[in-house]
């Protein structure tokens, strides 16, 4: 790690400690930025570097929001009288009970969707290019519909995870989910970038450049694309039981297992940041999240309108992203070695 | 709801007419879907929506006093226009690019559309009615609406004479030629640009069509698209591209899954069984293939 890394690192880490203290008035924006920037970089894992575009990371997403509250409930109170119609006001965590929860609640909801990825890892992952993409968009799609359908977990009508208990200041619910998801984010930063600087991020690639060679070459690609899946579960259930205690109230098709936005949005964001890259997605996430947000206050009503349009801009004008256009223009940045020839008669060719 | 299938026979036959006039439509559905993925090699996942916006076109005739039946004739030719209008702004520049990128394109029209829809006609369920009554049969065990066997019959009309206009036509064998190899078309003078055009107005006419005969006989609702895309990708992988007696039986066959499903596990996972049985149809696919070393591909 050279100077300027470490003063860039160490500037990200202070003014993320100071945020909630700067702007209160955005601290449940910000969560939430942290919150899709580790859904766009996990989805990364596997959508940019593996080279396999998957819908279907909302799947674990979903249930590590499900998990998460079941389990912060269900350990203290019985959780079908809980679902049933206003158990939240009957039953009361106190801030014991509620941390404990949580803190089993998010290790559950990160461990099982891993698990789930491994089970299903070895069917779905055989599955090539846009097959793969219309698989698991539909696995995503089925698990909204089938749990939209199961009484336990409130069905259709929806499920109140716990509310923050009374700590005795108004502002620790923002602070305390603001540090919980900008931790995790850490944490998923740290993950990704010791990921990236060992050869498994090499065999990620040559997977994505061409999977039957890489196979020739010895590797053994199924045990590698599935762990490879199972990484990014695991930190897609971890952001989806935070989310959950955030937004406080879960649905099964508009908020968990929300296919049309969550699951569009991380891959719009790592597209929108440039695939592959490590930055990409970070710097993607942030700038839609600031357009989402420009989008969904001045054109009310609009919003999925403007959605749908940006997505197609995206799509089209922008398919390498923000980090691909950098790297196109300054490739002596990311440490390609450029012959100046080589670039003047390209110029001339254009 | 449990075994009732199996106390009342009678039910078995009602499900099953019902899924294969419903099976019908899909197929009608899917036949477009395997027509612009052959010829285009794009997945279109705004199928469903172009569907669910020619059932609207029905139901505004009929807000407006007019027979919804007309809308078999007219949603094709408002649909084959707002195909063409896609393909312009949207298509042209995806065609040749990665088959993600052509999804992620299409998801986000997908979108736009369902938006659109609910702004536009609201977010109730709706149908139009066509006053065609019911038939009776066996004893009045079986009831089915006139209007079923109306949309059947026409759904069948309308792929029979796409099938022999793309066998006799100019267009027709331009596009069959673009899609066994689009370079070489392209070198014996066949303007592949306006065969891509035209392919994908025929798609959304297709989709027009089918979507008027939904809004008759079944309901319409601005978010209902994307299950119908589902449902013809799904015939689509199971007949293969180009054989159409294969997307005609997978159809009813899904029909009448389907009508089972709901019969057997209840309304409320209808939907979500159709989207299982893609991804077990996907996966059976993916294990018999790699028996042969082989993928999908």
């Not at chain 1, 990921?195 to 196979?215: G, H, Q």
């Not at chain 2, 299938?5 to 009608?28: E, R, S």
């Not at chain 2, 709901?262 to 790699?290: A, N």
Request: proline share 3%; with cysteine.
């Amino acid at each position: 790690m050279n100077k300027n890394n470490l003063v860039l690192y160490s500037g990200i880490l202070i003014f993320g400690l100071a945020a909630p203290f700067l702007f209160p008035a955005f601290k449940v924006q910000l969560s939430i930025l942290c919150v899709l920037i580790v859904l766009a970089t996990t989805w990364n894992i596997q959508g940019g570097e593996m080279g396999y575009n998957s819908f279907g990371n909302i799947l674990f997403y979903g249930l590590g929001m499900y998990l998460c509250a079941s389990v912060q409930v269900g350990m203290f109170f019985p959780l079908a009288e809980w679902t049933e119609s206003g158990g939240e006001k009957t039953f009361v965590h106190t801030p014991t009970q509620f941390f404990q929860g949580m803190a089993v609640g998010l290790v559950v909801a990160a461990i099982v969707p891993t698990i789930v990825a491994g089970l299903i890892g070895y069917s779905i992952l055989g599955l090539r290019g846009h097959y793969f993409a219309i698989c698991t968009l539909g696995l995503g799609v089925a698990a909204g519909e089938i749990s939209g359908g199961i009484e336990i977990i409130g069905a259709g009508q929806g499920f109140t995870t716990p509310p923050f208990p009374d700590v005795g200041s108004l502002e620790a619910r923002g602070e305390f989910f603001y540090f919980l998801s900008f931790f995790t984010l850490i944490l998923t930063f740290i993950a990704v970038r010791s990921i990236y600087s060992t050869r498994f991020k090499l065999i990620l690639n040559a997977i994505r450049d061409n999977e039957d060679k890489a196979e020739a070459m010895g590797i053994e690609t199924m045990k590698y694309k599935i762990i490879g899946w199972m990484i990014s579960a695991f930190f897609c259930g971890l952001a989806g039981g935070i989310m959950g205690g955030l937004v406080g109230y879960i649905d099964s098709t508009d908020v968990a297992f929300d296919g049309r936005e969550m699951g569009v949005f991380m891959v719009l964001m790592a597209i929108l940041g440039g695939k592959g890259t490590l930055w990409g997605p970070i710097i993607g996430a942030t700038i839609f999240h600031i357009f989402k947000e420009g989008f969904w206050t001045f054109f009310l009503g609009w919003q999925y309108v403007a959605l749908g349009v940006l997505i197609v801009v995206i799509v089209i004008y922008f398919p390498e992203g923000i980090m691909g256009w950098l790297r196109e223009k300054y490739p002596e940045r990311f440490g390609e070695v450029v012959d100046e020839k080589d670039r003047k008669a390209q110029v001339e060719l254009k | 709801m449990d075994f009732l299938v199996f106390q009342y026979p009678m039910i078995t036959v009602q499900a099953c007419l019902d899924g294969i006039l419903l099976g019908v439509l899909f197929a009608l559905i899917a036949y477009g879907m395997a027509l612009q993925w052959g010829v285009m090699n794009i997945i279109n996942i705004a199928q469903g929506d172009l569907v669910i916006l020619g059932g609207y076109i029905a139901y505004f005739m009929y807000l407006y006093g007019i027979h919804p039946a007309w809308g078999v004739i007219v949603a094709p030719v408002i649909m084959y226009f707002v195909g063409i209008a896609i393909y312009k702004l949207v298509i042209n520049k995806v065609v040749d690019r990665d088959l993600f990128i052509s999804i992620l394109a299409t998801f986000g029209i997908s979108i736009l559309f369902m938006q659109l829809m609910n702004f536009a006609f609201g977010a109730d369920v709706v149908l139009a009615n066509s006053g065609y009554g019911t038939t009776m049969l066996f004893d009045s065990n079986v009831v089915l609406p006139n209007s079923k066997i109306f949309s059947a019959f026409i759904s069948i009309l309308f792929a029979a004479c796409l099938v022999i206009y793309m066998k006799k036509s100019k267009l027709g064998r331009a596009i069959r030629a673009t899609a066994q190899n689009a370079r070489a078309a392209k070198i014996l003078g066949v303007d592949t640009e306006k065969v891509y055009a035209a392919t994908f107005g025929i798609n959304a006419a297709l989709c027009g069509v089918a979507g008027a005969l939904i809004s008759i006989t079944f309901t319409i609702h601005p978010y209902m698209g994307l299950p119908y895309t589902i449902r013809s990708f799904m015939i689509v992988i199971v007949a293969g591209l180009g054989n159409l007696p294969g997307v005609a039986m997978s159809g009813m066959g899904l029909g009448v899954f389907e009508e089972f499903a709901d019969y057997i596990l209840g309304t409320e996972f209808r939907i979500g069984s159709v989207f299982l049985l893609l991804v077990l149809i996907l996966v059976y696919r993916r294990f018999k293939l790699s028996r042969k070393r082989e993928y999908l591909k």
